[in-house]
């Protein structure tokens, strides 16, 4: 290879690294840092008031979560947080991009409704959910009491077994329009052709939808869902501000329990644990899910 050759890929090289090197920057000092950081601060134990960290701990930390009762209630309200509102959030905005990519009347109209409740402040959203659960006064239990069902009224953000339904439920309505808007977009990038031949062929809406359109959709709705679990697994003002993590830790997270470790109870060794183990559980859902969509794409194209 000429030198000639050798100088002018090392400048063009040269011209890509220097235009990328800002991104890489900003990525290094607000992404890596600050998790290599909390990587480092697990590992000791510090109550966030001295300039420095405590003494080196090891993996003390780490112990004192898995011997911890109410780390595994709150690991296991956030799975069931995540099981329940992934499928209801991705699932009904599919439904809905599929009815809003026909030829509506007031399609503009119902998009913009839809997604009304994610610009919404959560605070506001918050507020109104705890006016709608109230238990004497509340719009659902005024409701059920008007239709002859007072046997369902109940305090459900009082009740331990219905405090996190309850919670889910909102987050799914405020952030479905989330969904609807990513769905939509990919449904209105399929393909025309291939659609339009399912058609000339006999397909019908259901054989149209179930054989053709979602094997097509299936990257988008995997995004959405990826989307949908990681926002779930890291949920924190909704939960601490409609409950606190209550009644009796029902809907105690892993945020929720990080913030109170941290700000609370001053551990900050054991909130930055926490911390790891929920970007461990993120990055692996992420590698998980991208892996079985390439088996996926690759089985279908053997």
């Not at 930390?61 to 509102?85: C, H, K, M, P, Q």
């Not at 989330?178 to 054989?207: C, F, H």
């Not at 053709?212 to 939960?239: E, H, N, Q, Y």
Request: glycine residues 6%.
């Amino acid at each position: 290879m000429s030198p000639a050759i050798v100088r002018h890929r090392w400048r063009r090289h040269a011209a890509g690294d220097a235009f990328t090197a800002p991104a890489l920057v900003i990525l290094a000092a607000f992404l890596l840092y600050p998790i290599g950081y909390s990587l480092w601060l697990s590992l000791h134990e510090w109550d966030g008031y001295t300039p420095r960290w405590g003494p080196f701990v090891g993996l003390e930390n780490y112990r004192a979560l898995v011997g911890d009762e109410v780390f595994w209630r709150a690991t296991l309200n956030s799975i069931a947080f995540v099981v329940v509102r992934t499928p209801l959030e991705v699932g009904l905005g599919f439904l809905l991009a599929l009815l809003l990519n026909r030829r509506l009347a007031a399609r503009s109209l119902l998009r913009t409704l839809f997604f009304v409740p994610v610009v919404m402040s959560l605070i506001v959203v918050t507020i109104i959910f705890q006016r709608v659960y109230e238990a004497n006064t509340g719009l659902l239990n005024t409701f059920l009491h008007a239709i002859g069902l007072s046997a369902w009224a109940h305090p459900w953000l009082g009740d331990p077994a219905t405090a996190l339904p309850a919670s889910t439920a909102v987050s799914v309505w405020q952030n479905v329009g989330i969904s609807l808007v990513i769905l939509l977009a990919g449904l209105q990038g399929l393909p025309q052709d291939v659609l339009e031949a399912a058609r000339v062929d006999g397909a019908n809406a259901w054989q149209l939808t179930l054989r053709v359109i979602t094997p097509l959709m299936r990257p988008i709705l995997a995004l959405t869902a990826l989307l949908s679990i990681i926002g779930g697994l890291k949920v924190f003002d909704l939960v601490f501000i409609m409950t606190r993590g209550g009644p009796t830790y029902s809907t105690e997270v892993l945020a929720t329990m990080l913030y109170r470790e941290a700000f609370e109870l001053n551990h900050m060794g054991v909130a930055s644990a926490i911390a790891v183990i929920l970007v461990a559980v993120v990055l692996s859902i992420a590698r998980i899910q991208a892996f079985a969509l390439r088996e996926s794409r690759e089985a279908e194209t053997a």
